[in-house]
């Protein structure tokens, strides 16, 4: 029976497998609460979602050292420090972890219209990403959907410029919303071609032959510019 982050933990034992001594992965946070009336960004773990990550820290490989970023919201900066709490109990070497803006939805302008904008379409997450992704949302809603991709592109391949030791992972918590946008903007894949986002899904940014190149649970490696 296969766990929420079996899947990011396999590609990422291949990716190092593979030679790679320094990679950079953006992970969707652990398993959380639902509450209605709480704003979304408010709502916890689970008691599930915090085993959850220790597991997915504690199965990460021993060799690697684990660094940790993540989104400011609770239950993104729990996710890495459970993460982080896993390996190293389990005899990883782990450094520390900090929250970073960038992780988080800086790309929503204004969320009530954003809100109101879903609930027109279908109230479907999934139709409002994809007229996100193609241009159909007013940028005073949302920035446009290639900037902020290649915006958190460059935040978490920045991680790769300065390694403490190798091998080395950095771990980014971010929002299922920022996975969607960098596997459908970077990636090439659209909202429904890979399936949905799950707790701990995530793709792997990683160097090699002198180029940025970006993993994800679905398909080839693929390189990427991340020019602005």
Not at 95 to 108: D, N, S
Not at 159 to 187: G, N
């Amino acid at each position: 029976m296969t766990r929420y982050g079996d899947a990011t933990i396999a590609l990422l034992k291949s990716v190092f497998d593979d030679g790679v001594d320094h990679a950079a992965a953006l992970i969707r946070h652990s398993a959380r609460e639902f509450e209605p009336g709480r704003h979304d960004l408010m709502n916890p773990l689970t008691d599930e979602g915090r085993v959850l990550a220790r597991e997915f820290g504690a199965a990460l490989p021993k060799r690697l050292l684990v660094r940790g970023y993540a989104s400011p919201a609770d239950r993104c900066v729990e996710t890495v420090q459970l993460i982080l709490d896993g390996h190293s109990k389990t005899g990883g070497r782990i450094t520390r972890h900090r929250p970073v803006e960038a992780l988080g939805v800086f790309y929503v302008l204004d969320q009530m219209k954003m809100y109101r904008a879903m609930t027109s379409i279908d109230g479907q997450v999934g139709s409002f990403l994809q007229r996100w992704f193609d241009g159909g949302i007013a940028d005073d809603v949302m920035m446009p959907a290639n900037l902020a991709a290649k915006i958190v592109g460059r935040v978490v391949a920045g991680k790769l410029e300065a390694p403490l030791e190798r091998p080395q992972l950095d771990i980014c918590v971010s929002h299922d919303m920022s996975l969607y946008l960098v596997r459908d903007r970077l990636l090439g894949l659209g909202v429904t071609d890979s399936g949905s986002v799950d707790f701990l899904d995530g793709v792997v940014f990683y160097e090699r032959d002198r180029a940025l190149w970006m993993r994800g649970l679905h398909g080839p490696p693929k390189r990427i510019d991340l020019t602005i």
